[in-house]
């Protein structure tokens, strides 16, 4: 008795205890069911082994619902620790100060979803008063302090600027404001192909490691219903989000669901891996695997006339559907941001966004988006496609959800909180042409094709209809000088460029690649010159193509992803090929010459070398103009006439002295004459069929 009273038992006791609690184990273990693998849950199990794949299905939407509910609330925890809550008498400071802040921006990009037209510029939403002064009672203003509060507000030009990129959808009435990242706000980390960039450090472990149970889930299914083209998909979303595209192009490559679905996943895991080439054929594959019903008034593709302006849309929308495949071939052609470079990027990046779109409007809602009809999914599928996944999205607290709600309910909405204010970086391009390039893109001018912000704009003042975030950035280049000369059977072109890589001063060790390209249609070019492009000096290609309409490209790429690669398109109708006896002149060049010998004659190739970037001339030094004629002998006589005449038409004032004789009219001329055959003057004759002379003559300009 000493011994159980010191707390010490007789090893009989003990292994009596043991034995007892096995056989409690063991009968406990009896009465437990099966246990069911960790892909179902547990009232889905027989389902499973009946072979029911839809209750399947709900029973995975119900832990994708579960594993997003969890990301969301990690992902406002992160948005409120960021930046904190954002109210409406926070902003009036700012509103008063005539301040356009990132917070105005963003409350207002908010309340957009509320259909509220202007919630700053009308005054106070409805459900949430202003507090003027916090000795009165909440929400009441005297009308004088109502209406300088408005007044002030109207005057913000930027304001109505917000409302630029405003989407609404047709069927739901729910609207959309995106906007860019406001100017002078620190740029955050893209969010687009990496969602989990928006959580705090601190979270993203145990969120991947909850999306690893999800797709444990899912990769059961798969393999008892490996046709179920639902599962597959989701499979392939939630490994993209996990950052494992090679593992989701692994699934995509196995599929066995529809062929065109299949090839679908397939493109969009290439295109996370950046195999632009091996991604487009997969989407082409696709498209050409695809059943369109007859009576489907897209055409198979329900959001491409969203991306164009309203005569594209209008024109494309009247044509029926094998016209409009035709229509869109051109299109993709002309969107196709570098043609030296394998695989479209932006026919990547539109079929891309619609199977983003798919698989996650496959569940009503995602970790941050509405889908439903009911909400403003409608009004979000047209902002991924026209504008793709956000860079960043900005939440503002549960206070400002309840008054967005609120204001939905008062028009009859649907509340679908939350409401993030969807941001772009600005980093962006448009790549789809206007109607006036697609409806003829061989008579398009290099300024037609506008692929970003010209530099006096506002950023507040553009926003294009549709616009890509390429890793590699792609600017405009300045059209230079085009020289088309006539051969027997091509058609030489040339072309000069000044000031054609400025980004490419910072690594000058290295020297570019450098490409002209003639593109005659849709899969149907050929590249006419490649070389090296020295840095800070005048970028001269050339090459030979035949006698038909093309679009010119000169492209000069990049070296390292920071910097942008560059480009100049234009369309050119060259001239016909010459007939017998027929006689023409090529147009005019400009030559930056050095001091060649006296009564030199300039061969094509000197105009080549020497052609000028640009049609400036000016009076340091001297300027040569190259052109050949076609069908004249070298001994025929032929009077030759150089004019310079100076063409500034001045204001009105110039105008009117210039006609009562007391000022000029600044439109005065040189000429200069001579006659041919002239022994003091020598010429080069090309050798082709068709008699073609190379004629030149120096221009000194300093005293003009």
Request: glycine residues 6%; charged residues 25%; proline residues 8%.
């Amino acid at each position: 008795m000493r011994r159980a009273s010191s707390g010490r038992y007789p090893l009989a006791r003990i292994s009596a205890l043991c034995l007892a609690t096995a056989a409690t184990v063991l009968a406990c273990q009896r009465r437990l069911p099966k246990p069911v693998p960790p892909a179902i849950e547990p009232s889905s199990a027989r389902i499973v082994a009946e072979g029911d794949s839809s209750a399947v299905r709900r029973a995975l939407v119900r832990s994708i619902t579960r594993f997003q509910d969890a990301w969301r609330d990690a992902w406002q925890r992160a948005e409120v620790a960021r930046h904190g809550a954002l109210a409406f008498h926070f902003l009036r400071p700012d509103l008063e100060a005539g301040y356009y802040s990132p917070e105005v921006r963003r409350y207002q990009a908010i309340y957009c979803y509320s259909g509220w037209q202007g919630a700053l510029a009308a005054g106070p939403p409805p459900s949430e008063p202003l507090i003027s002064d916090p000795r009165r009672q909440p929400g009441r203003m005297s009308s004088a302090e109502l209406d300088q509060f408005r007044a002030r507000a109207q005057s913000q030009e930027r304001l109505r600027a917000q409302h630029l990129g405003r989407i609404r959808g047709e069927r739901d009435k729910g609207t959309i404001c995106p906007g860019w990242t406001p100017p002078g706000d620190d740029l955050p980390l893209d969010e687009g192909p990496n969602l989990d960039l928006g959580l705090m450090v601190g979270s993203r472990a145990r969120l991947r490691r909850e999306r690893d149970s999800l797709l444990s889930r899912l990769e059961h299914a798969a393999r008892r219903f490996p046709r179920d083209g639902w599962i597959t998909g989701q499979r392939v979303r939630f490994l993209l989000d996990q950052q494992m595209p090679k593992q989701a192009l692994a699934i995509a490559d196995t599929c066995e669901a529809g062929a065109d679905w299949c090839a679908s996943l397939r493109g969009l895991a290439l295109e996370r891996l950046a195999e632009m080439a091996r991604a487009e054929q997969a989407f082409a594959s696709a498209n050409a695997t695809r059943v369109t019903p007859a009576d489907d008034p897209d055409c198979g593709e329900p959001f491409v006339l969203s991306l164009l302006d309203d005569e594209s849309r209008r024109q494309l929308g009247a044509l029926d559907c094998s016209a409009r495949a035709a229509a869109l071939d051109t299109l993709w052609w002309l969107a196709d941001p570098l043609w030296s470079d394998d695989g479209n990027d932006r026919f990547v990046a539109h079929h891309a966004r619609q199977v983003g779109i798919a698989l996650r409007a496959a569940v009503d809602r995602d970790e941050r988006y509405s889908w439903r009809s009911e909400s403003s999914g409608e009004a979000m599928r047209e902002v991924v496609a026209r504008y793709g996944w956000p860079s960043h999205s900005y939440w503002g607290g549960r206070f400002l959800d309840d008054s967005v709600s609120n204001n939905r309910e008062a028009v009859r909405k649907l509340p679908d909180a939350p409401y993030p204010a969807l941001e772009y970086s600005p980093d962006r391009s448009t790549f789809l042409p206007s109607w006036h390039v697609l409806a003829s893109p061989f008579d398009a001018s290099a300024d037609a094709w506008v692929i970003e912000r010209p530099e006096a704009q506002s950023i507040d003042d553009w926003w294009p209809r549709e616009h890509m975030r390429r890793e590699v950035a792609v600017r405009p280049m300045p059209a230079g000088q085009l020289a088309l000369l006539r051969r027997d059977t091509a058609l030489l072109v040339a072309v000069g460029v000044d000031d054609a890589t400025p980004d490419h001063l910072r690594y000058p060790d290295e020297r570019p690649r450098a490409s002209l390209i003639a593109a005659f249609g849709p899969r149907r070019q050929s590249v006419l010159d490649v070389r090296a492009a020295a840095i800070d000096s005048t970028l001269r290609l050339h090459g030979h193509v035949r006698f038909e309409p093309f679009v010119l490209g000169v492209e000069v790429a990049s070296r390292v992803p920071q910097e942008p690669a560059r480009r100049m398109r234009m369309g050119v109708r060259p001239p016909d090929q010459l007939r017998a006896n027929e006689v023409a002149l090529s147009a005019p060049l400009l030559l930056h010459t050095p001091q060649f010998a006296a009564n030199r004659a300039l061969t094509p190739d000197d105009a080549i070398t020497h052609l000028a970037g640009s049609y400036e001339v000016t009076r340091g030094r001297p300027t040569t103009v190259y052109w050949e004629s076609y069908g004249f002998e070298p001994g025929d006589s032929l009077a030759v006439s150089v004019e310079l005449v100076r063409d500034e038409r001045g204001g009105m004032a110039r105008r009117l002295g210039a006609a009562l004789g007391v000022a000029q009219n600044l439109r005065d001329s040189v000429s200069v004459r001579w006659l041919e055959p002239d022994v003091g003057r020598s010429v080069h004759i090309v050798p082709t069929v068709t008699p073609t002379v190379a004629r030149a003559v120096t221009l000194d300009l300093r005293n003009v």
